[in-house]
């Protein structure tokens, strides 16, 4: 099972919006409407942003949005804050396995 | 509260057999369609999901390393136990452990990870 394929790197000002792809296939990604985003900050454990696609966990900020076109998977950070200078892994369900993870994408607030 | 923390040896050399535990409090391991999972992360690399156990024993591993993994858990004692036999330097890795909720295929609690290193 290949990672998910993310952009290295994601930049932004401060109030702007991004937007993070994840491109899979359709054994992962195009199949199943499981798509989660992952933020981290360095040293620190992973925590849950985005779950099934476009569903947030409680305490998690509107500002962070999730979608799906195909195989393609989307986080859009709106009103990028200093604070959301981490790094963004998506997963997904996999037929092969229960998880696959994205290849990470680090985000830079300028 | 979900709190999940991960055990084991620092310093591993290659060749050897790799044991880690994943001990947790604030949910059951017998609930129903609830698991615990085990991802890694070299440094400075992306997270890599290794296995997961379900209440029920159902077990899923990496199809990339599933000939050398072995999960199991210990209800009673509220511990999933990581195995990883023939270990290399390119096993040297944060190693995290995860509570699979009962309604969804997400690791919505993580341990605090324990870095291994590999090397003789």
């Known amino acids: 099972q290949s990672a998910l394929t993310q952009p290295a790197s994601v930049s932004g000002s401060p109030g702007q919006s991004i937007t993070i792809s994840c491109t899979g296939t359709?054994?992962?990604?195009?199949?199943?409407?499981?798509v989660s985003w992952y933020q981290q900050f360095p040293g620190k454990a992973p925590n849950l942003l985005i779950y099934?696609?476009?569903k947030r966990p409680s305490g998690v900020s509107p500002r962070f949005s999730g979608s799906k076109s195909g195989s393609t998977a989307s986080l859009t950070i709106s009103g990028l804050q200093a604070e959301d200078e981490a790094d963004y892994y998506c997963?997904?369900?996999?037929?092969?396995?229960?998880?696959?993870f994205g290849t990470g994408t680090t985000v830079t607030v300028l | 509260q979900i709190t999940l923390k991960e055990s084991g040896p620092t310093l591993v050399r290659p060749t050897q057999t790799l044991t880690l535990t994943c001990s947790f409090s604030?949910?059951?391991?017998?609930?129903?369609?609830?698991?615990v999972g085990w991802i890694r992360q070299p440094p400075g690399k992306a997270l890599e999901w290794l296995a997961l156990i379900y209440w029920d024993g159902d077990k899923r591993l990496s199809p990339s390393l599933k000939t050398r993994l072995t999960i199991a858990k210990d209800t009673s004692r509220n511990q999933v136990v990581l195995t990883m036999t023939n270990v290399d330097p390119a096993d040297t890795a944060t190693y995290y452990c995860?509570?699979?909720?009962?309604?969804?295929?997400?690791?919505?609690?993580w341990g605090q990870g324990i870095l291994v290193t590999v090397s003789s």
């Open positions: 995860g509570h699979r909720p009962h309604d969804h295929l997400v690791f919505d609690s």
């Open positions: 359709s054994d992962d990604v195009g199949g199943y409407a499981l």
């Open positions: 604030g949910f059951s391991l017998s609930t129903n369609e609830v698991g």
């Open positions: 997963c997904s369900f996999a037929v092969t396995s229960a998880f696959v």
């Open positions: 099934e696609v476009n």
